[in-house]
């Protein structure tokens, strides 16, 4: 089973490559379901490979100029403050708790990727929203990726354009800067507080390096319009059985 949960990695990163982001809410059903770790120590291990992968993704974001520090810095202190107050509940709550909510999360990913209908990357940024929606916006998200270990760019992504103002571009590449933040805090706060497999993590996010490259690869061959909408209800389906296995 670990080996089949190695392979997924690969798959996960795969999908990272081929959609810009969403793959990495599947590592932690992975981890419980298929390579047999309790949901108290996938959390944080989730939290690593999604924060490294995010990272890999700001630094190419970064050169290709898709990167607003000023958007980054706006959500960033309440991103980290939600993730830090999520890490604190999830050490409070039950397995089944955090497993429901997670379900949860799938079900909204699912929803929101059906129902969207594609972002045009050179379409015009939005005006500005007042910062304390801003601030409840990453707070929130940050929460939940300290809760669940979800990175929360199906969240970001909208949140960036409709209250940041920012285009699609820039939207995406902020995003995974926000996500490599709140993982690095929510990860900070379960340190010395849950045991955490390394040595599993570490390889898990180096196979998902491995994907994002064949998946990057993959972009101009696949239609991305039905992937994602393919890739939507794969994640409803998994929403579901989390639900019913939780």
């Known amino acids: 089973m670990v080996l ?3 392979a997924l990695a690969v798959l996960i990163g795969v999908s990272l490559g081929l959609l810009g982001g969403g793959g990495a809410i599947l590592t ?3 981890l419980v379901y298929v390579m047999g770790v309790g949901m108290k120590q996938a959390v944080p291990m989730s939290l690593v490979v999604v924060g490294l992968t995010s990272l890999l993704g700001v630094l190419r974001h970064r050169n290709a100029g898709n990167l ?3 958007a980054a810095l706006a959500f960033g202190p309440a991103a980290i403050l939600g993730s830090l107050l999520g ?4 050490l409070r709550v039950s397995a089944r708790f955090q497993l429901t909510v997670f379900a949860v999360v799938l079900l909204t990913a699912a929803v929101l990727m059906l129902r969207g209908r594609g972002h045009d990357p050179t379409a015009p940024a939005r005006p500005r929203k007042p910062w304390q929606m801003i601030a409840g916006l990453g ?3 940050g929460f939940l990726t300290g809760l669940v270990g979800v990175g929360g760019g199906f969240l970001y992504v909208p949140a960036l354009t409709l209250l940041g ?3 699609m571009r820039q939207a995406v590449g902020t995003s995974l800067a926000l996500i490599a933040l709140s993982c690095a805090a929510g990860l900070a706060g379960y340190i010395g507080r849950v045991p955490i497999d390394w040595a599993m993590a570490g390889v898990f996010s180096v196979l998902a390096f491995v994907g994002v490259g064949i998946g990057s690869a993959l972009v101009p061959r696949v239609p991305q319009a039905v992937l994602r909408k393919a890739f939507a209800v794969f994640i409803l389906l998994m929403g579901v059985l989390v639900l019913a296995r939780r």
């Open 4 to 6: 089949l949960g190695y």
């Open 28 to 30: 932690v059903p992975v």
């Open 68 to 70: 607003n520090l000023g």
């Open 87 to 90: 890490t604190s509940a999830a």
């Open 139 to 141: 707070s929130g998200v």
């Open 165 to 167: 103002g920012l285009e």
